[in-house]
């Protein structure tokens, strides 16, 4: 049995709501972070709604408020202009998105040039390389190359699991298990949001990801979801397409974004369903067994935040 719950939230948060839609904006703040999305200014504090959902930033902290092109839009323009085999510049880009807290995108570009340029510095640094004998690797794969086993939290030399005891063992499993379904989680995540991202690449990709859990897990709800957000994409490029296209004379003055929140949960009850015998603890059949029966769901929940194209009247 699998279900899948698909909910197309419009969320723009109270303040915003009473805003006109306006091309996105730029925050740099004291620290040199940049935050991008539809700013309101309310008193001492800018209200900002951006693709990971609602903030506020003290006025105080901002050093420079940019009235700017979306960043979508911007991406679009940098990718249409590089030619397929440029590895360099599509690496500077994956380190621009990741620069501007764009991380899923950027990881997954920097991938995509590597693809390219197996030994391009840029994008193993976009990804958290690391330089190890001569080789490339993830932090996780240098300290498996140096002999360390990973169990739970942890990294063990192979004499230091084997000393470990019944417990640390025990406690280690479930924790793995635990960790795998987060990973999970995170995993279907980060596909969805990159089905989302301006890039045909990327979203390809976010596809063949979400598309290939699936399949492993042998899950019809990541299936549908997938079918879910690629119809809200084509949605999402269709009001684009319309806004981008509005002119004055139809009372249009303008076009923009706001963002929407994308909400869906999967579940799926796991087969076999686990029976255990037990005996009732009091009463007439004190001590008969009994078969009890415990479903249980796996369930996945995405949270991730779109630009909707919007026209102002």
Request: aromatic residues 4%.
């Amino acid at each position: 049995m699998a279900r899948c719950i698909l909910l197309l939230t419009l969320l723009t948060g109270a303040l915003l709501l009473a805003a006109p839609p306006a091309l996105a904006d730029i925050l740099e703040l004291d620290d040199g972070r940049l935050i991008e999305g539809v700013v309101v200014q309310a008193d001492d504090l800018y209200h900002v709604q951006s693709r990971f959902g609602p903030t506020s930033v003290p006025v105080a902290r901002v050093k420079k408020h940019v009235k700017a092109r979306a960043v979508d839009e911007q991406i679009r323009e940098h990718v249409a202009s590089l030619a397929p085999d440029d590895a360099e510049n599509r690496a500077l880009l994956a380190r621009w998105l990741v620069d501007l807290g764009r991380e899923e995108e950027g990881r997954a570009m920097a991938t995509a040039v590597l693809d390219l340029d197996p030994e391009s510095a840029i994008a193993h640094e976009v990804l958290g390389h690391v330089r190890h004998e001569g080789h490339w690797r993830t932090p996780d794969e240098a300290k498996r190359a140096e002999g360390l086993e990973r169990h739970g939290d942890r990294w063990y030399t192979p004499q230091e699991w084997a000393n470990q005891g019944k417990s640390v063992r025990e406690q280690a499993l479930e924790r793995e298990k635990q960790l795998g379904k987060e990973r999970l989680q995170d995993d279907v995540n980060r596909a969805v949001r990159l089905m989302l991202s301006p890039d045909p690449t990327l979203r390809k990709r976010g596809r063949a990801q979400l598309d290939g859990m699936a399949k492993e897990f042998d899950n019809a709800s990541l299936a549908e979801l997938a079918r879910n957000v690629d119809a809200y994409v084509r949605k999402l490029d269709e009001m684009a397409a319309a806004a981008a296209m509005a002119t004055g004379p139809s009372g249009v003055t303008g076009h923009g974004t706001v963002m929407g929140e994308i909400r869906a949960t999967m579940s799926k009850l796991k087969r076999p369903i686990e029976t255990f015998t037990t005996s009732l603890a009091g009463g007439p059949f004190a001590g008969a067994p009994v078969k009890i029966q415990l479903p249980e769901l796996e369930v996945v929940r995405v949270r991730t935040v779109a630009a909707i194209p919007v026209v102002v009247k």
